[in-house]
């Protein structure tokens, strides 16, 4: 993805856990120990002490909360291009360079599902696969975005109520609620590519404000 | 009183021609006179101006109401034309008609004149209120007075006369005729004893007997009463009392009691100045009270205890105590001990791991390197991997309509 960070990227880690004061690894591994998640794939490790089982159980939660490392902005913009007035607003704008539109988007809601897993190998042989599931929804309300070039460059007004699960083996681990003003939140640099064409004179990536 | 009046002329004072009486000298021929009364009735007490009208030379002359002597004074017409009059007044006698005299200068020894005026004396209607219907006749009968109309019950013998037409004062002339109204009086309510009562407890008196109670002074209780007691009012009558004044209660601190025993508090509230009146189990001590602690109140007042039974003695000791309690010793340091040991194990367990256990931890973004988690034993080496499996997922936009 082309968005990278100015500073620390806002992150479905940070939506999770961000001002609860705990850390997302240790809430995470208790979540899953809590709920019996990856006993079964435990059972598989009868081999080993159970010190061993325990730290296998910790590391899974590690892995885990890598897996929440992905960016918020990179979420929504993968749902505006699927918008057809900010795709033809920048289709427009590709075609007539140096122009730029100001598109009013109506009450959307991108949702945004992600299915990782964690494999577990015991001396090279997979032996069982835990499985997590991911939820992110963002109802965004009186948005307008500027669109320059093929570029998604600015965001007016806009507020988003965003909502997030973390889920494995169906045991729900974590979840959080907030809301915020996109413009205010989100700064997108030289723009996000909405349609296919030429990169922009100097690339800058789009970055989040914190 | 002596006065002058005009020459008379045409008028409704009463007058009456001289008389010469007998014996009086001869060739002396008597003026054109008369005797002028103003007014000419009026009830015993009133005044009445008398002029001699035919008197030409002031002169000595005297005046009688009958027989009876009322006046001295000058008659006659002064320098000036103006005739000398007197006033009397009107003796008490009955009603009906009298002679006014005035003779120069004594009736009794050949006056030179007489001159004499009837005078009708009035009648005074009495007050008639409260009486019977027969003692209201009597009455104006012996003020030559008659009953007139009577409205109301008459033929009642307990009517008496609640209201009269003239009213008491009236001067009416002889037989006149007084109109009554007459009515039956409620029955008479005796007034009970209020001596000694609160005013609560005299109103509470009075209220049903619908008399009124009015307390002239005081606050406490009742000195007297008016009317007196046993006396008989009529309904709606006011019952005035005075009360006997009664100092402000002194104020007295309630002492704390709680937790005494019956003596303690019967002790603390006499000193106090106050009284105690205790309820619950005697042999206790006090649980509540009331006033609470520390209130201020009427000395002599009454402190409400309850009592509570003192806590119970401990019950005998039980022979098998010591046993049980050595067993709760024993299992207390079972449970310590086992803590100990899972410290220790986990300790261990710790130690072991850090000996024997390798973390090769994965990193970089999205978390795709696997972790391992290796366990070496003695002559064994078990090796657990994660492998993770990043999904950058898919978006869905969807249009809300609200």
Known sequence: MTTST?????????????????????????????????GAVLRHLGGLSSAARHEVNRQVAVVADGLLELDVVDLLVGGWRKHAALVAAARRTLAAPGGEEVVDLVSHRIRSAHRPDVAVLLDGVR???????????????????????GRLVALRGGRCDLGATLAAERILLVQQHRQFDLDARLALGAGVELVEGPAPAEAVPSSLEH | MLGLTPLPGPGTSAAASPTRLPGQGTGAAAPDSSLRLDPPQGPPGSTVRVTPVTVTAPDQCVALFDAQEVARFTCGTNSDGILLWTELTVPETAPGTHTVRVCQPECSIEPAFEMSAPFTVLAVVPDLGGLTLA?????LRRSRLVLGAVEGPAADPAARVTGQDPPPGTALARRGRVGVTVAVPDPLLTVPDLRGRTRAEAA????PLKLVLVVRSGSGRVRSQQPA???????GSVVEVTLRSVPPPVLVTVPDLRRRSLS????????????????????????TQTPAPGTRAPRGSLVAVTMKAAAPLPPPTRPWLPAAVAA???????????????????????????????????SGPGGDVATEVDEVGQGTSRS???????????????????
């Open chain 2, 328 to 362: 709760v010793l024993v299992l207390l340091a079972l449970a310590a001990a086992v803590a100990r040991l899972r410290g220790l194990r986990s300790r261990r367990s710790r130690r072991w791991v850090r000996q024997h256990v390798r973390v090769v931890a994965g």
């Open chain 2, 384 to 402: 657990v991997g994660l492998e993770p499996h990043p999904d950058r997922g898919s978006q869905i936009l969807e249009e809300v309509r609200r």
């Open chain 2, 229 to 235: 007691a046993g006396d008989q009012v009529p309904a």
């Open chain 1, 6 to 38: 100015a500073a620390e990227p806002w992150t479905v880690r940070s939506v999770l856990f961000e001002g609860t004061g705990a850390d997302p690894t240790a809430a995470l591994a208790r979540s899953m120990e809590a709920g019996g998640v990856g």
């Open chain 1, 127 to 149: 032996v069982a696969k835990i499985d997590f599931e991911l939820t992110v929804v963002f109802e965004i309300q009186a948005l307008a975005a500027v669109v320059r070039a």
């Open chain 2, 135 to 139: 003692e209201a006749r009597d009455r």
């Open chain 2, 264 to 287: 303690d508090a019967e002790a603390a509230v006499a000193a106090a100045g106050l009284a105690l009146r205790a309820g619950g189990a005697r042999d206790g001590t006090v649980a």
């Open chain 2, 204 to 207: 509470a008196l009075l209220e």
